[in-house]
């Protein structure tokens, strides 16, 4: 899909010759004969340059240059007039004009400015886009860990920043699949390119086709004007693929050839484009179990997977407690005396954690506006102590007395009864990481 330069000129002869020179070059020219049919064309043709002339039958080109300038500040406008004079051209400057040329102009004049015109507007998406992408990641340094697993999983995601092959992303809901993402990006020799991140499950099935590969003016109902695709818009860069386990079966068939070939087809068009991109994609969902139920194509996953990535729940990384309260504190700007007492922590070591890292992060920031003292106590954290404890019971302790440990013992023989001998879902019944059952099973010789 090559860039769109529109023309408005009411000078025929010259609007044809100018055309041709330009679409000789390989740039897509859109022609207006009027000033008010170069606006209307500006709304529906989604042009990356406008060339316009001053002096047009029904309204002044400068005028027309001011009011795309409000409308769309990135598009560059080169003004042209055969009435050339210092005052114009400064005033058309001053209304934001890329460029002014005088009439008659040789072709090659008018070629330079229109790729130094479209060089800047190429440069200008590209900032907005790593902007964007910068107050995303305002307060995310990256991945907070202290548990060996993590340690070893950011290892192996840096080894695989450097490479080009594709990274799959799994883990529950709240891990921190995107950061991870990003974090990949960042260290790869892609930096300097954008990072587009897609979620396919907030995308209607119907449009996923023409929001990953872009369409083509007319090729369904509301394509008003052509659309660049996230495979073009990441050129140079990442696409990140958020839930790809929901997309599609015919969809998924379109992106396997898009990752295999490097190229795509915009919806309505004949002709297939190159993309250089690096693909990462991320997922909540058990691949193999859907590709068993038929609804994930398995030669998909593999090429998705060249690079798999897992990232454990926070409940199976509780070493990452402390520092990640420490790193949460700071984001919210809380006072240096604010900290989490030691109860407090291992209550917050306990907790189970169904929504994960992004559970975490709302609770810390609740706890730093509700907070009564600068040390955040067990009972500032009242809302998950409700939600770990077990159902409400009496306990009963006979006049002889009872062990503790014997008590402790009970309950983990009960609970391994009730999960079948399985270990993980035992300790989830206990409201314990595996680890501490783990050490209890050896230290009581369960």
Known sequence: MSEIILLIDDDQSLRRVTEYNLTAKGFNVVTAASGAQGLEYFETSAPDLVITDVKLGDMNGLDILAKIKKDAPDIPVIVMTAFGSIEMAVQAMNKGAFNFITKPFDRETLILSCKKALELRRLRSKTKLLANEINRLTGTKGIVSASSVMKELLETASRAAN??????????????????????????????????????????????????????????????????????????????????????????????RAIQEREVQPVGSERLESVDIRIVAATNLDLQKRIAQ???????????????????????????????????????????????????????????????????????????????????????????????????????????????????????????EKAGQNRSKAARLLKIPRHVLLYRLEKYKI
């Open 163 to 256: 490479s080009e092959a594709t990274v799959l992303i799994t883990g529950e809901s709240g891990t921190g699949k995107e950061v991870l993402a990003r974090l990949i990006h960042q260290n790869s020799p892609r930096s300097n390119g954008p990072m587009v991140a897609v979620n396919c499950a907030a995308i209607p099935a119907g449009l996923l086709e023409s929001e990953l590969f872009g369409h083509m003016k007319g090729s369904f109902t509301g394509a008003i004007k052509d659309r660049k695709g996230h495979f073009q818009t990441a050129s140079s860069g990442t696409l990140f693929l958020d839930e790809i386990g929901e997309l599609a079966t015919d969809t998924q068939v379109k992106l396997l």
């Open 294 to 416: 038929g609804k994930f194509r398995e030669d998909l996953y593999y090429r998705l997977s060249v690079i798999p990535l897992f990232i454990p729940p926070l409940r199976d990384r509780i070493e990452d407690i402390p520092a990640l309260t420490t790193h949460f504190l700071k984001k919210f700007d809380a006072p240096q005396d604010v900290i989490f007492s030691h109860q407090a922590q291992e209550v917050l070591k306990a907790y189970q954690w169904p929504g994960n890292i992004r559970e975490m992060q709302n609770i810390v920031e609740r706890c730093i506006i509700l907070r009564k003292k600068t040390v955040i106590e067990p009972e500032d954290l009242q809302l998950i102590v409700n939600e770990s404890s077990a159902a409400t019971f009496t306990p009963f302790i006979p006049d002889k007395g009872i062990a503790l440990e014997d008590i402790e013992k009970s309950y983990i023989i009960k609970a391994l």
